[in-house]
């Protein structure tokens, strides 16, 4: 089976830095997906690790630890418009298996 | 230009009753995809279409449920006798032809579908 964990809520202060952490199981594994869901809204593509370590984009960056089964999304300089739900989704082989989502609360 | 749309944004319908749910890719996107996100959770795939290729159906949850793509270009998800535990948002994605397949996907803005 697939399994994707990743912590339900987190709460940030603007300005700040805060981790999003994603641990996978699955039967195969091409890469590494997060995407960003405001409430009501589909979800937007972040960013896509196939490889380890660490990709830069602009105030967000996602690294990928494929003998570990781990990720993380980093949000750098926080705003209050980064409040939303992250989602990390294990693609394989045309198949992503998505995690439950982290809502990241961002406050004053 | 023009996303992924999907129609009706919203589907309040009665118990027992059947639905469809349509979703129009972006043009020229090959793969297209459907999934449904319960209140709260994650999303849960439910199928899988990519060009003339037969539809990689495993995750759709009974057989009441059932999908098809026309001409390669628009989908429409079918749920027959709908049960309460159906309610939720149902998302459709697009991606272009890729290396791999390994492309983002688009998504739709979501059908909300409510059976009382």
């Known amino acids: 089976g697939q399994n994707i964990d990743q912590p339900t809520e987190m709460t940030a202060t603007e300005g700040a830095i805060v981790q999003i952490n994603c641990t996978y199981q699955?039967?195969?594994?091409?890469?590494l997906f997060w995407y960003q869901q405001h409430a009501g809204e589909a979800p937007t593509f972040l960013s896509y690790?196939?490889?380890?370590g660490l990709e830069e984009k602009g105030r967000f960056s996602s690294f990928l630890s494929r003998s570990k089964g781990y990720s993380y999304l980093l949000l750098k300089e926080l705003q209050m418009k980064d409040s939303a739900s992250y989602l990390c989704?294990?693609?394989?082989?045309?198949?992503?298996?998505f995690g439950s989502g982290t809502k990241l609360n961002v406050k004053p | 230009g023009a996303g992924v749309s999907q129609s009706p944004s919203n589907k309040v319908t009665e118990k027992g009753k059947d639905v469809e749910l349509r979703c129009d890719p972006i043009?020229?996107?090959?793969?297209l995809y459907w999934y449904r996100q319960s209140l709260g959770q994650g999303l849960e795939f439910l199928i899988y279409?990519?060009?003339?290729?037969?539809?990689?159906k495993s995750g759709l949850p009974s057989d009441r449920f059932s999908a098809e793509r026309t001409g390669g270009s628009v989908s429409t998800l079918t749920i027959q006798r709908t049960q309460q535990e159906d309610s939720a948002v149902y998302l459709c994605?697009?991606?272009?032809?890729?290396?791999?397949?390994?492309?983002?996907?688009?998504f739709g803005p979501g059908t909300r579908l409510t059976v009382l």
């Open positions: 994605a697009s991606s272009p032809p890729g290396a791999g397949g390994t492309d983002t996907q688009y």
């Open positions: 699955t039967s195969g594994f091409n890469g």
């Open positions: 690790n196939v490889l380890d």
């Open positions: 989704a294990a693609y394989n082989f045309n198949k992503f298996y």
């Open positions: 043009s020229g996107h090959t793969a």
């Open positions: 279409f990519q060009g003339n290729s037969a539809p990689d």
